[in-house]
């Protein structure tokens, strides 16, 4: 008789604008999660929220500019499922009495941004005492908020780029909204206009003077009433992908990686994320090894600034002065093929196999509930 398997529930789609980023991460994950170890539940958030059983075939999962997964085209028609208390699942299929899963052992939540990253799923399982991998409540909430992310960062002695933030009360009055453009103005040009919230670049514009600014603050309000606005940094992007220390050690940086942005693209936005048909990623960063170190220096201190758990990545800019600035940590990184994570950490020595059941191990070392 073999040893009983691990129950992990992998659950992917989700509210957020990266639903689709999500299912593609999750093709990969289920396509290489060891199955002698693991028995694993795959379970889809529609874009309405509701909870599914899904086929796990990893390869109706896969982005391409051919095709744009989600869960709905691979849930199981009729099912449902409900998390209920004592990390048990309820799922129902069409015209049945709803079957109790029984016990999970520990949730994967490859979930990105809104309704998943971001702290509420989190939340979510810590009420119904489940154990989860990654980031908690307050990690994920904190990384998801440009604003509140920056502001820690910065009280960390982190160093970030200059930003305005909009909010919804200064777009509304007119004297508010010229203090703001005023403040704006004094980044200098271009800058990036951002939802505080989003996510693989959903509803980012990079603005080169005053004429643009105001129909970019609306574009990036449609993702989120708080918005924030960058000066633009002139450099190349790089990315360093973080594991939360063995044992309770501290985190473990992996080789950074320089971004290539497509070049038909402006800047690093969703088509060049994901469905740009050239490499995507240049590791090790071709940056001098006193950068490198300090990124991974700086990719640790980033993690902890935030008390991150399990995993995150963390990006910068290299700035043509030679400067290393945080752009972001992303605390449920993208794990699509074309992502940075897993690439970076099989050119660390960390094969994507090993990476999963890392992170799965992280996770169950914890005690279910409240972190
Ligand atoms: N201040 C900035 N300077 C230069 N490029 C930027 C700036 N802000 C954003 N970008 C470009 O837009 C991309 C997405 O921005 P980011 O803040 O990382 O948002 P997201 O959370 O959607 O990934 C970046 O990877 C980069 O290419
Ligand atoms: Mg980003």
Not at 161 to 168: F, I, L, S, T, W
Not at 270 to 277: D, E, G, I, N, R
Not at 322 to 351: K, Y
Request: glycine share 12%; charged share 20%; hydrophobic share 45%.
């Amino acid at each position: 008789m073999g040893q009983e398997k691990i129950r992990v529930a992998v659950v992917f789609g989700g509210r957020s604008t990266e639903h689709a980023v999500s299912c593609a991460s999750a093709g990969l994950i289920l396509s290489v999660i060891d199955r002698d170890r693991y028995e694993v539940l795959p379970i889809g958030i529609g874009t309405d929220g509701r909870w599914v059983l899904v086929s796990g075939d990893p390869a109706r999962l896969a982005l391409s500019s051919g095709s744009v997964p989600s869960v709905e085209a691979v849930a199981v028609p009729g099912s449902s499922i409900t998390p209920v208390g004592g990390s048990s699942l309820q799922v129902t299929s069409p015209g049945s009495v709803p079957r109790d899963l029984g016990a999970v052992d520990v949730v994967l939540p490859l979930l990105h941004g809104a309704y998943g990253e971001d702290g509420t799923i989190q939340g979510l399982l810590e009420m119904t005492g489940t154990r989860y991998a990654g980031a908690g409540v307050l990690a994920s909430a904190a990384g998801m908020d440009k604003e509140y992310m920056k502001l820690l960062l910065v009280a960390r002695g982190l160093p970030v780029g200059p930003y305005v933030v909009v909010r919804d009360r200064d777009w509304r009055s007119a004297g508010e909204r010229k203090r703001v453009l005023d403040e704006i103005a004094e980044l200098g040009w271009p800058v990036f206009v951002k939802p505080a919230r989003g996510g693989s670049s959903i509803g980012i514009t990079r603005v080169v003077s005053p004429d643009g600014l105001e129909e970019a603050i609306e574009a990036a309000r449609v993702h989120d009433p708080k918005v924030l606005v960058e000066a633009a940094v002139d450099g190349i992007e790089v990315e360093c992908a973080v594991l939360e220390g063995l044992d309770g050690g501290p985190p473990e940086a992996s080789v950074p990686g320089q971004v290539l942005v497509d070049p038909g693209s402006e800047f690093y936005d969703f088509q060049a994320k994901y469905l740009a048909s050239a490499e995507t990623m240049r590791i090790p960063a071709p940056v001098p090894a006193a950068a490198a170190a300090e990124i991974r220096r700086l990719a640790c201190a980033v993690f902890d600034a935030i008390s991150c758990e399990g995993l995150a990545r963390v990006d910068f800019y290299y700035t043509t002065a030679g400067q290393v600035l945080v752009n972001e940590i992303n605390t449920m990184p993208g794990m699509t093929p074309a992502s940075g994570f897993p690439m970076m950490w099989a050119a660390t020595g960390l094969p994507l196999p090993q990476l999963v059941d890392r992170i799965i191990q992280t996770a169950l070392r914890k005690r279910p509930g409240l972190r």
